[in-house]
């Protein structure tokens, strides 16, 4: 049971996204569908119905007042099982507080099916069982001075885990990495900053600015992020691996080469760091021949314009063979969930960059979350897990 909470003034776009968390979730993957059910438990002022132009049917508040079983109250919507708020309601803290929800929680999760229930963030602590998790749809962040914010925290406090924000993107994978500093964890909370996988589906949210503290907006998170620095090598619990200044983010960086072979790509990209240029492999999905590329990508550059210049200062030093490197704006990046893991990298023929001092090792430099499929499989299947976030200030 995941409880989707919305933090946004719109209420339709939130509701919208709801119904968007719910069927991605149900068509997971390509010809498989997973049984998900979405509960309307904004009972003061039901909305999900509206945004489909529904009408009014009994729901949740009878099936929980009557004890029957939820299929007699749900209806199939874009492949989503749909239950309503209900036509009468005699009082929505009984409905949200029903000790039936442990038993609906136990059975959906021994079924392998989601359920999703989509409540204010004050309204959490009256559910009568607590959701696996929590996602905020916050097109703008989660201020944790608001009185969502502190409900947020309170889930949290009881043991719920906070999954992430979800702003206007979906990608890849679970949970905050390991090598974050203190400073970075209290800004993710695991809301924001975290890519979250419900059962296949993936929700990216930025690394940066999806979180704020009760005093409003990072200074600066509205300019332009600046073009990425490369800081000298240093050997940590990650390996020896180059590391990029801790304040650089941007989508765009320069891909130099593709290969069809992954051994000529990391060749290629141990010939750019001995020059001191650090470089990411990235293996995509394959293409409509059935090829998978390999591409070697170097920098995160704020704009086009500074990616230009990079490559044209690499064609100065002869790095590159003038008339190479082309500008891709590609703002995902795989994200190792335990940095220790950077030394491993090279013997499954991929490289990693450090994302600052303290930061995460990042592979890859992917225009769509859909293009690191294959890239995170085989980190997988080497025992290496990892999250999908995208590399800038904003929602790419």
């Known amino acids: 049971m995941v409880a989707l909470v919305p933090v946004a003034d719109d209420p339709q776009w939130a509701a919208g996204v709801a119904w ?20 309307d438990l904004c009972l003061e002022s039901p909305i999900l119905h509206d945004v489909k132009h529904l009408e009014p049917a009994p729901g949740i508040a009878e099936a929980i007042t009557a004890d029957v079983s939820l299929t007699e109250v749900a209806r199939d919507v874009d492949g989503v099982n749909f239950v309503p708020s209900g036509s009468d309601i005699p009082d929505p803290v009984v409905v949200r507080g029903s000790a039936r929800w442990s038993r609906l929680q136990a059975g959906f999760r021994n079924e392998g099916a989601l359920l999703f ?15 696996d998790g929590v996602l905020a749809l916050a097109p703008n962040g989660v201020d944790l001075g608001s009185p969502e914010g502190r409900a947020l925290l309170a889930a ?32 993710l909370l695991a809301l924001g900053g975290a890519a979250v996988v419900i059962g296949g589906l993936a929700l990216v949210a930025t690394a940066k600015g999806a979180f ?17 620095a490369v800081a000298p090598p240093s050997t940590t619990a990650t390996g020896a691996l180059p590391m990029l200044a801790s304040a650089d983010s941007g989508a765009w960086t320069l891909q130099l080469a593709a290969y069809a072979v992954p051994e000529r790509a990391l060749a290629h990209a141990d010939r750019l760091a001995t020059a001191g240029v650090p470089a990411l492999v990235s293996a995509l999905a394959p293409d409509a021949s059935g090829a998978v590329w390999y591409r070697v990508q170097t920098g995160v550059y704020a704009t086009r314009a500074a990616t230009l210049s990079a490559r044209a200062a690499l064609w100065r030093r002869g790095i590159a063979e003038r008339g190479d490197g082309k500008p891709l704006r590609a703002p995902y990046s795989l994200v190792l969930l335990r940095p220790g893991d ?55």
């Open 212 to 228: 704020r503290g009760s005093r409003g907006p990072q200074t600066g998170s509205n300019s332009p992020p600046p073009a990425a």
């Open 20 to 39: 968007s968390v719910a069927r991605a979730s149900a068509t997971a993957a390509p010809g498989v569908r997973r049984p998900v059910a979405l509960v």
């Open 117 to 131: 229930v989509y409540l204010p963030a004050e309204r959490l602590g009256e559910l009568g069982a607590s959701p």
């Open 342 to 396: 950077g030394h491993r990298l090279r013997s499954i023929g991929f490289t990693g960059v450090r994302w600052g001092e303290d930061g995460p090792v990042m592979v890859g430099a992917f225009e769509q979350p859909e293009q690191a499929v294959v890239a995170q499989a085989q980190l997988d299947r080497a025992g290496i897990p990892t999250t999908l976030l995208t590399r800038t200030d904003r929602t790419p």
């Open 156 to 187: 949290r406090d009881r043991g719920v885990d906070l999954l992430g924000t979800v702003r206007e993107r979906w990608s890849s994978a679970p949970t905050a990495p390991s090598g974050w500093s203190s400073e970075r964890r209290s800004k």
